[in-house]
């Protein structure tokens, strides 16, 4: 299917014909595992796809080939209309690719300012790690996201789950990213520092921001994004609009992988 | 290789009703809760002090008071050098969760190297005592080491074998590549630039520059936690109590004086120093003259390579990215940082100051043979393993290893000094290194 020309692609008024992601076909197997069979999605500027399943559906599997943490057995992908290779997850950052992995990938050992300047350290002009500048920024964007936070100086391992969430989600912001990841973001976060999280996707996107959502709310999901991509044993359901769809429909997209007529059906959805 | 624009993404300055945002750098300093939690140093480091001074001690009374003579505390410091340069590099070894067996094997093999060289084919090119013989000495003797350590990088990062058997397969080989670099052969060392790496009496630095040294090592310590404060205030950061700044950089000053009093304290035995005077020109007064040892120049080297191994770790990139990895090798990966890159340059590290631990330690016997550093892996990893590397991977400091290997050359030393025969030391050796470990598990598990 050609995303340019597909009827799910969102209204005319806010994007450009060409979308900003497209995954087609990928395909990789763990051993026997086929983790991600077959699963085509994309995504626009300015646009928030949610991508719904069961554990073990194969969504952090997708996103983290995105992310250039695996490289697909099959399948392309393609940036603003041009075809990507993704080797690394260097090359992934170079494509303004930024990711909140469902492990938050801290190192636990050093600080939060350390682990949000992780392979991209502000250096002086001596070729030193600039410790104090880095401190600095991470000190402003932390005053945003968790006014609260105050262990700067501890390794991270120090943390709550809900901090060291925020330490990865300031990480993936902090780096003027054009694609956002974001796997379960707000798992670990209380319901003031969840809200907070909304809102930032909220102006993320206004600003043009592609964003990859992965949460188990379906609620969170329904508020924030245009679409929804749903996941069955590694194969994709479909992929609807949500203004399209209601949230049972999709909950039986996700249960029982019926494609609604709301949505477009994907290789993964149940014939019946 | 990584972009540093860091030119930020705004995000909504949204902070929920109620909850003012705070400025960044406003935060309230938080109160330190203790003298030591103020003075910001690190609990293990100061318990590995109080071990050093206890062993002192018990030695000193078990030998009679030999121990704690300045004439044993210099030959500790010499005796320390080799050991105390090699656990630098094993810390980030061990940071990185590897091991490495070989640098024992490592430094018999670069000594041979550098031996063979040396008399082989520096001498006759450029003639007795010519500075570039020491210079290329050197030069050859670190490549080597570094292209081992480098190789065996290579098969761990890149072909996956555990560093564990890789080293273990290391110590066989090169202790063997040592024994055929010469057929088994000692091979005397005869530069005599070179034999200053060994220390004793004219590898010295003397009375004089001893003290000049101890003044620069002050001013230092004052300039660096002045620096330290500029750079937090710049920022508003919180800082530390004055006073903590103060007791750090006294005692600091305060141990550097102490080492050089001990250093200076250890003069030549009167005939040597007459004759030594006497060969110098100088006028000897008829009640003789006396002629302080000062730092020996093996120990200067060692405390050089401990300065720039902790600028190292601490400052650049590189050090980073071996503590990161460390803590999360997915994580670093997944920052892009090219993890098996950083392994490989570990090794050839940790070669290459094995081979500088080779300088030293042939130089002090004035030959090179092919057993020597037998057993230095021990002792190495044991030091790194005191000074509070963790096994576990991720933490370590380079001045703790360095203190470590304080802590195993004077075990070692007074054990000979109380004539405990070669076996029993190793038995004592071994023990101390599984306590050592089975410390640092009780350790990390109460602070988990
Ligand atoms: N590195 C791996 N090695 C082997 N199998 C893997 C690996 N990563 C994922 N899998 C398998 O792939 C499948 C999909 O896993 P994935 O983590 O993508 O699921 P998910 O949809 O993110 O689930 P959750 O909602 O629990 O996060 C699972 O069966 C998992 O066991
Ligand atoms: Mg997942």
């Known amino acids: 299917m050609n995303a340019a020309t597909s009827p799910l692609a969102p209204g005319a008024s806010r994007v450009s014909g060409t979308p900003m992601v497209e995954m087609r076909d990928i395909c990789i197997s763990f051993g026997g595992i086929r983790a991600v069979d077959d699963v085509s999605v994309d995504l626009y500027p300015g646009e928030v796809v949610g991508l719904l399943g069961h554990n073990g559906a194969g969504k952090s599997t997708l996103i983290k080939i995105l992310a250039g943490a695996y490289r697909p057995d099959a399948g392309e992908i393609r940036i603003k209309g041009e075809k990507a290779d993704i080797a690394n997850p260097r090359d992934a950052k170079r494509y303004g690719i930024e990711t909140i992995y469902q492990t938050l990938a801290l190192a636990d050992n050093v600080d939060a300012a350390a682990n949000l300047f992780l392979g991209r350290e502000l250096m002086t002009p001596w070729g030193t790690l600039d410790d104090v500048a880095m401190e600095a920024a991470t000190r402003e964007v932390m005053g945003r996201l968790n006014p609260n936070f105050r262990k700067f100086k501890e390794p991270v391992r120090g943390l709550s789950g809900g901090q060291r969430q925020s330490v990865a989600i300031a990480r993936a912001i902090h780096f003027n990213a054009k694609i956002l990841i974001m796997d379960e973001p707000t798992a670990a976060l209380g319901p003031q520092e969840t809200a907070q999280v909304a809102e930032l996707i909220k102006q993320l996107k206004a600003e043009g921001i592609a964003i990859f959502l992965i949460s188990h709310d379906i609620h969170d999901v329904f508020d924030l994004a245009d679409r929804v991509s749903v996941m069955k044993n590694g194969k994709l359901v479909g992929t609807a609009r949500t203004s399209d769809v209601t949230k049972d429909e999709v909950l039986g997209m996700i249960i029982l992988g019926k494609s609604p007529p709301g949505a477009l059906a994907g290789p993964g959805a149940a014939t019946d | ?448």
């Open chain 2, 1 to 448: 290789m990584t972009d540093t624009t860091t030119t930020s993404t705004p995000i909504p300055a949204a902070p929920p009703p109620g909850s003012p945002a705070s400025r960044p750098g406003s935060a309230p300093a938080s109160a330190p809760t203790s003298f030591i939690g103020a003075l910001e140093i690190d609990v293990r480091f100061l318990g590995m002090l109080g071990a050093l001074a206890v062993i002192w001690v018990v030695f000193d009374i078990l030998a009679g008071g030999t121990f704690l003579t300045a004439r044993n505390l210099w030959n500790l410091s010499v005796q320390s050098s080799s050991i105390a340069v090699m656990s630098t590099g094993m810390v980030l070894v061990i940071v990185m969760r590897h091991i490495d067996l070989s640098v024992g094997s490592i430094l018999g093999v670069t000594g041979m190297i550098m031996a063979v060289f040396q008399v082989g084919t520096l001498l006759p090119t450029f003639g007795f005592n010519h500075p570039a013989v020491i210079v290329l000495t050197l030069a050859a003797g670190i490549c080597a080491g570094a292209a081992i350590g480098a190789l065996h990088g290579f098969v761990i990062a890149y072909l996956g074998v555990p560093a564990f058997i890789v080293t273990l397969g290391g110590l066989l080989v090169w202790r063997g590549a040592a024994w055929a670099v010469a057929e088994g052969k000692t091979i005397p060392l005869v530069d005599d630039n070179f034999k200053l790496l060994g220390g004793g009496a004219n590898g010295s630095v003397g009375e004089m520059w001893s003290w000049v040294i101890a003044v620069i090592a002050c001013l230092a310590i004052a300039a660096a936690a002045v620096q330290a404060r500029r750079q937090r205030q710049r920022f508003h950061f919180p800082q530390k109590p004055v006073w903590a700044e103060f007791v750090i950089v006294i005692t600091g000053c305060l141990a550097v004086i102490a080492a050089t009093l001990v250093v200076n304290a250890y003069t030549l035995p009167p005939v040597l120093a007459r004759r030594y005077a006497e060969a110098a020109g100088l006028t000897v007064p008829p009640e003789g003259i006396s002629i302080s040892f000062g730092f020996a120049i093996p120990v200067l080297v060692a405390l050089a390579v401990g300065i720039v191994m902790t600028f190292v770790t601490n400052r650049t990139r590189f050090g980073r990215y071996v503590f990161a990895i460390g803590g999360n090798p997915e994580a670093a990966d997944l920052a892009g940082i090219n993890t098996k890159r950083v392994t490989l340059a570990v090794f050839a590290l940790m070669g290459a100051l094995a081979a500088i631990g080779a300088a030293i330690s042939t130089a002090r016997l004035n030959s090179a043979t092919n057993a020597q550093g037998t057993l230095d892996e021990l002792y190495v990893i044991a030091a790194a393993v005191i000074g509070g590397t963790s096994l576990a991977g991720g933490s370590g400091t380079i001045a703790g290893a360095m203190l470590g290997a304080l802590v195993m050359q004077s075990l070692q030393s007074g054990m000979v000094l109380m004539r405990v025969d070669t076996p029993y030391q190793n038995i004592v050796v071994g023990i101390v290194l599984v306590f050592a470990v089975w410390i640092d598990t009780v350790y990390r598990k109460r602070i988990k």
